[in-house]
């Protein structure tokens, strides 16, 4: 496809359930990036990647969030053991090149019961 | 690290009539500042962008301008349609700085009345 790809669109987990939500980038975009967006929010960062390496991670709330990108495309974003409060819209986002602009999916909405 | 400021946090206008938005930052190293909107349970959609070695930029009905000196960016629409209805967030980065995530302003919710 054309734009950012992410799956699910929607996950519902019970606490305490590992989770994984998937970004399939642009073709070619070699940047990507994880955010956050609360309901009412905008969108904060987790962490982003360059190609396969992992460049920046300071925004994981936890070490219970964990994201990879093995391959330089594909990127999955795992949260261990979730809880009520990570509930949330989670985006993904490609760029040709760090200091390009930045291109985003329609997100995962992920809800903890 | 970088704050980013948004204002008005709502704003409601008649059709054809104008809509500003404007934004502050703190990071005086921040050099792009784009401008997102996002529709209801839609992805947030870049419209328009401007880093800090121009002031101003154009795309039909859309503008924005930048104040490097006081730290502050706005939107400009013009004949606003019922379509232009949206969350709008501004965002601010340093890039070549090490430092590429994207900090968002906290929105700003557009009604254009018909």
């Known amino acids: 496809g054309a734009g950012v790809s992410q799956s699910p669109r929607y996950k519902v987990a019970k606490r305490g359930q590992d989770v994984a939500l998937r970004c399939d980038p642009i073709?070619?975009?070699?940047?990507l990036f994880w955010y956050q967006q609360a309901l009412g929010q905008g969108p904060e960062f987790l962490t982003y990647?360059?190609?396969?390496?992992?460049?920046?991670k300071s925004g994981l709330p936890s070490d219970r969030f964990f994201a990879e990108r093995p391959e330089g495309s594909v990127s999955t974003l795992k949260i261990q053991r979730t809880q009520q409060e990570d509930s949330a819209v989670y985006l993904c986002?490609?760029?040709?090149?760090?200091?390009?602009?930045?291109?985003f999916g329609d997100g995962t909405r992920l809800s903890i019961l | 690290g970088e704050n980013v400021e948004q204002h008005p946090s709502t704003l409601s206008v008649q059709e054809g009539d104008s809509a500003v938005i404007k934004c502050t930052y703190s990071?005086?190293?921040?050099?792009?500042f784009p401008w997102y909107k996002q529709e209801l349970g839609k992805r947030p959609q870049l419209i328009i962008d401007i880093r800090s070695n121009v002031g101003e930029k154009k795309d039909q009905r859309i503008a924005v301008t930048l104040n490097k000196t006081a730290k502050h960016f706005s939107l400009h629409i013009t004949e606003t349609q019922p379509e232009d209805s949206a969350v709008y967030f501004c965002a601010a980065t340093s890039t070549g700085a090490g430092s590429y995530q994207l900090t968002f302003g906290k929105g700003t919710k557009l009604s254009v009345i018909p």
């Open positions: 986002a490609s760029s040709l090149d760090l200091n390009q602009p930045q291109h």
């Open positions: 990071d005086s190293a921040s050099n792009y």
């Open positions: 073709s070619g975009h070699v940047s």
């Open positions: 990647f360059q190609n396969e390496a992992q460049l920046d």
